[in-house]
């Protein structure tokens, strides 16, 4: 994927490296099993971050740093990704307002509670902000067998951003709204796949404009699409059960199987069209 040179916003506070709050019993191990418990069981975020609150054993967790472009190519990747995210949904909805992003390691405050590095990248509604440690990346490679390649790597930003597009649409809220008047857990989970999966077809969306908005600048390279569709197979829930259990369970899934995940981002990718998105019809 090319990128570099790509225009940068310089909306990012960078929490990397301030003091950082931990879970008990932390460490690698813990982070792939309670990535693997966020993706199997959809805990809501929000939630996750305020059990992760109370097991803090750190009295001092990140606070705000300041905001600007990160000088490290990891921090300047996600400022470019980031912008060209923004700039491709300015295009394609009225109104949009980008989200914040924060980068941190470890563990941070949140709008929605504590977070945690364990919680993987995640969106905050309630401070609209995007939260990535990005040590999820290579967890994903060496843990889940995702891809390690650049689109890969975007995909999952622009599904959190995805997801604040979401907010702005009012489809998280209804779903919500569903969610809480659902006859039974496997019928909330519906709505929670749903809602990840139409945040993999906004990020194929991203995808399909990413060189026309910034001028060729970020653009899809051959091979990109397939390293992409490498990574939704790996994160699909039945993948992620199997990996957890060694069995799959339907009415458990909360984010989609592997099928379902790379159909969703490769429709994002051939249509370009947002209203191609609708994982919601038959619910």
């Known amino acids: 994927m090319r990128w570099q040179g790509g225009r940068k916003g310089g909306n990012v506070e960078d929490r990397r490296g301030m003091s950082g709050g931990a879970v008990a019993g932390g460490g690698i191990g813990v982070l792939v099993i309670a990535l693997i418990g966020y993706f199997v069981f959809g805990i809501d975020p929000s939630q996750t971050a305020q059990v992760l609150d109370q097991a803090a054993v750190s009295s001092s967790p990140q606070g705000d740093a300041p905001v600007g472009t990160p000088e490290d190519e990891a921090g300047q990747f996600v400022d470019v990704i980031g912008t060209n995210i923004d700039d491709v949904w300015r295009t394609q909805m ?27 990248p995640f969106y905050c509604p309630n401070d609209q902000t995007v939260y990535l440690d990005l040590s999820f990346w290579q967890e994903m490679e060496t843990k889940l067998g ?14 959190e951003f995805g997801h ?8 998280s809220g209804k779903v919500r709204e569903a969610q809480n008047t659902a006859r039974s857990q496997a019928e909330a989970n519906k709505y929670s796949v749903a809602l990840e999966l139409q945040a993999d077809c906004y990020a194929g969306v991203w995808a399909a404009h990413a060189a026309e908005a910034s001028g060729g600048q970020v653009a899809l390279e051959q091979g990109d699409v397939e390293e992409g569709m490498k990574t939704a197979n790996a994160i699909g829930d039945d993948m992620l059960q199997k990996r957890s259990t060694g069995r799959v369970s339907p009415e458990g899934f909360t984010h989609g199987s592997s099928e379902q995940r790379m159909e969703w ?15 919601f019809s038959g619910l």
């Open 146 to 159: 995702a891809s390690g390649a650049d689109f890969a790597r975007a995909y999952v930003i622009a599904h």
């Open 94 to 120: 009225e109104g949009y307002q980008p989200p914040n992003t924060v980068l941190y390691t470890q563990g941070t405050n949140t709008g929605c509670g504590f977070g945690q590095a364990a919680m993987g």
């Open 265 to 279: 981002l490769r429709r994002g990718i051939t249509t370009g069209d947002p209203r191609q998105c609708d994982t």
């Open 164 to 171: 604040h597009v979401q907010t702005l649409t009012g489809a």
